[in-house]
């Protein structure tokens, strides 16, 4: 594995007539050859690009552009490193 980046994701979870978010820590994982991501696995020839948008003091968003189209995840520290490792790679 050459890099790791957290993700989060959260549920919507109703007990008792209340609405609950749990949130789950997950990770984006980047090897020679392909991104394991918390649902998928990409071959790296089918990523096109990665971003990253910051949206509140707390969270922001890496986007990985796919030939499956464009795949979103819940970050809360800004994912330069990893994004750099990616590009690093073509």
């Given at each position: 594995m050459i890099c790791s980046q957290s993700v989060f994701v959260k549920t919507r979870?109703?007990?008792n007539n209340q609405q609950h978010y749990i949130?789950?820590?997950?990770?984006?994982?980047l090897y020679e050859?392909?991104?394991v991501t918390?649902?998928?696995k990409f071959v790296l020839k089918d990523v096109h690009d990665v971003s990253y948008k910051g949206l509140t003091g707390t969270y922001g968003f890496l986007y990985l552009h796919t030939i499956k189209g464009v795949r979103t995840y819940m970050v809360k520290e800004h994912p330069a490193e990893w994004m750099?490792?990616?590009?690093?790679l073509f």
């Open positions: 979870v109703i007990e949130e789950h820590q997950e990770t984006l994982d050859d392909e991104i918390p649902t998928e750099e490792s990616f590009r690093a």
